[in-house]
């Protein structure tokens, strides 16, 4: 009998022995679909542990009940799963489908879900993390309504890594994604190759935009000053561009606090994102508004948007243009469903060079939130577009309590293959965890944003304020790191070229490998010296240096 087994098949119930001898150094699969396809794509991992059953492309199970279920033995633990199928729904609508895992300690653990649709397949992607072995567990699919399940599915797999082999594949997309090799040919005046001479480089700055939230309180406080532009080239204002900051009683609009915290922003040579033109949580709209109906409502969110966007057209890289709309729809109960549509192309209107996004919680951070499925954020994308919007961003909150890698990476995945940039752009872990254990798990986090290629740019939500920070800090009010601090201060040395000190071969060439930025180089030879400056970019190519000695 081979290590990994189909022991037995009774209705709906699977179960597998698995075995890692075959899948000693996996090769993470990043492949996800977004459309729902006439026919399933073969299983990631030739199916995993699961091959042995899914040896058929298209094989399908029928299901007979409403629960969906595979058991699974002798499960690994500190191992980490990388879970996929392919689902389709018989019913006349579509529905949302929820994967869990129920270990034989009887946790429960939300592994993926999806918005199955009839007359096609639709793709489920997520994972899970055994921290200890569990000798029984029962894969199932269900609805989320609770209804008769009425499924196929296809393609199943489920690939074990250990905590080696998923930090190894890390750090090989980063090589790729976030480095490039560089060649420095020194010669003189003639041309003539100039071996022996010595070289140092120094990266001056970084192409990826990893920044933090800010407040007010940066303002006169030069210590804070300092402190954030010696680690951060990105910010976003906390709160201080809201609607009901910068205008509490109507029509008295103030933008002193943005502009003074702007200047900040220019004079260090930081880029900012704008959040946000409107929110739909109605807890967030300002008192004033929610008393406004009809043509008044209309009246105050178009003088809203036209103020913001033509006082600070091209200042901001980004707009979160109507704030966590998979979840509330204060504008649209009262305005219309095209409503969001219309703030979007308004926006894209008046400020044309920046790139709107959609901004919501808990797409990447759970799957339990059946709001805010992978699914429903494609889908509302999907929307806009076909409204004319075109100038979009995925904006993933990232507010987590316990992060699970193996699902942060899936549902990256899966909106990468919109091919549009992605953002984590307010990313903490909750207060309810000791301070080592929220610094444990934003390490967990920010490797996964940076490792992925899908993602553009990160940013921290923990800007510092007289009474704190939302959820968590870095540094106490004397800028004393924190751990979650020195997570973030050895990663972003990790993730910047230390200085680089060489000597041309007999060819008069150098070579490094080095993260993606601005460097400057210095050449001597004898009495000779020359400076020059490059950038590596995202690319396959070497970059090739030429300078005269």
């Given at each position: ?338 409503t969001s549509l219309e703030f979007f192309q308004t926006a894209q209107q008046l400020d044309p060079l920046a790139k709107l996004f959609m901004n919501d919680y808990n797409v990447v951070e759970t799957c339990n939130d059946m709001n805010s499925t992978v699914d429903a954020y494609i889908f509302k994308l999907r929307d806009l577009k076909q409204g004319g919007v075109f100038m979009d961003g995925i904006g993933l909150e990232g507010h987590f309590t316990v992060p699970n890698p193996p699902l942060i990476r899936a549902v990256l ?36 944003g940076f490792s992925h290629p899908g993602v553009n740019g990160i940013m921290l939500w923990t800007a510092l304020r007289p009474n704190g920070c939302y959820q968590m800090c870095l540094t106490d009010n004397h800028f004393n790191n924190l751990p979650a601090g020195v997570i973030v201060d050895n990663l972003l040395k990790e993730w910047k070229t230390e200085v680089v000190h060489g000597e041309t071969d007999e060819h008069g060439s150098f070579s490094f490998s080095g993260f993606l930025g601005e460097y400057n180089v210095t ?27």
């Amino acid at each position: 009998m081979n290590c990994q087994s189909l022991l037995f098949l009774s209705g709906l119930f699977l179960s597998i022995i698995p075995c890692f001898a075959a899948y000693e150094e996996p090769v993470y699969d990043h492949s996800a679909y977004s459309e729902c396809k006439s026919v399933p794509e073969d299983a990631l991992y030739n199916g995993g542990i699961m091959k042995d059953y899914w040896t058929i492309k298209n094989e399908v199970i029928q299901p007979e009940n409403n629960s969906y279920n595979f058991v699974l033995n002798d499960l690994s633990g500190d191992t980490i799963y990388s879970f996929s199928s392919w689902v389709q729904i018989f019913d006349a609508d579509s529905a949302v489908i929820k994967a869990s895992l129920k270990t034989a300690n009887g946790t429960v653990k939300c592994i993926g879900n999806l918005i199955a649709r009839p007359g096609c397949w639709s793709f489920l992607k997520g994972g899970f993390v055994l921290d200890f072995p569990s000798s029984y567990a029962l894969l199932y699919f269900k609805r989320s309504d609770g209804a008769m399940l009425n499924i196929s599915i296809s393609s199943v797999s489920l690939q074990p890594f250990t905590y080696q082999q998923w930090r190894k594949n890390q750090q090989d997309t980063i090589n790729k994604e976030r480095k490039c090799t560089a060649t420095i040919h020194i010669s003189d005046v003639q041309g003539e190759r100039v071996p022996g001479a010595s070289i140092i480089v120094e990266q001056v700055s970084t192409h990826f935009p990893l920044g933090s939230a800010i407040t007010k309180s940066i303002l006169g406080n030069p210590t804070y000053q300092k402190w954030f532009k010696e680690r951060f080239n990105a910010a976003v204002f906390e709160d201080e561009l809201k609607w009901y900051s910068t205008e509490r009683q109507q029509g008295e609009v103030n933008y002193t606090i943005p502009d003074q915290m702007l200047e900040f922003v220019r004079a260090n040579q930081i880029i900012a994102r704008g959040h946000n033109i409107f929110w739909e949580d109605p807890r967030y709209v300002p008192s004033w508004v929610r008393n406004l109906t009809g043509p008044q409502l209309k009246s105050a969110v178009n003088s809203r948007i036209q103020s913001l966007m033509n006082k600070y057209k091209n200042e901001f890289i980004h707009w979160d243009v109507d704030n966590e709309m998979l979840h509330y729809d204060f504008y649209e109960q009262r305005l219309g469903t095209n409503t969001s549509l219309e703030f979007f192309q308004t926006a894209q209107q008046l400020d044309p060079l920046a790139k709107l996004f959609m901004n919501d919680y808990n797409v990447v951070e759970t799957c339990n939130d059946m709001n805010s499925t992978v699914d429903a954020y494609i889908f509302k994308l999907r929307d806009l577009k076909q409204g004319g919007v075109f100038m979009d961003g995925i904006g993933l909150e990232g507010h987590f309590t316990v992060p699970n890698p193996p699902l942060i990476r899936a549902v990256l995945d899966k909106l990468a293959a919109l091919k549009l940039p992605i953002w984590l752009t307010e990313i903490d872990i909750s207060k309810n965890l000791d301070k080592e254990t929220q610094a444990r798990y934003l390490e967990m986090v920010l490797r996964e944003g940076f490792s992925h290629p899908g993602v553009n740019g990160i940013m921290l939500w923990t800007a510092l304020r007289p009474n704190g920070c939302y959820q968590m800090c870095l540094t106490d009010n004397h800028f004393n790191n924190l751990p979650a601090g020195v997570i973030v201060d050895n990663l972003l040395k990790e993730w910047k070229t230390e200085v680089v000190h060489g000597e041309t071969d007999e060819h008069g060439s150098f070579s490094f490998s080095g993260f993606l930025g601005e460097y400057n180089v210095t050449v001597k030879l004898g009495d000779r010296t020359a400076n020059s400056t490059f950038s590596l970019y995202r690319g396959d190519e070497t970059r090739h240096l030429y300078v005269q000695l």
